[in-house]
């Protein structure tokens, strides 16, 4: 094996928000959005076999 990709990011933008209906009662709207991360990692990727580990950074 030998490495092909290594990159620090964030890999997906995620957000919540909350709305009120007019009869009172309160919806949770989600989103995601793929970032460059997730661009060059489908890119470097694309027709390999590969395996994928992925880490959390603390802190940052």
Known sequence: MKEIFRK???FVKYSE???KLEN???LT????????LWWEL???????KVR???YEVDGE
């Open 42 to 48: 489908k890119e470097a990727i694309k027709g390999k």
């Open 17 to 19: 928000k909350k709305v």
């Open 52 to 54: 994928i580990i992925v």
């Open 24 to 26: 009172g009662q309160e």
């Open 8 to 10: 620090d990011g964030v």
């Open 29 to 36: 709207h989600r989103s995601e959005e793929p970032t460059t």
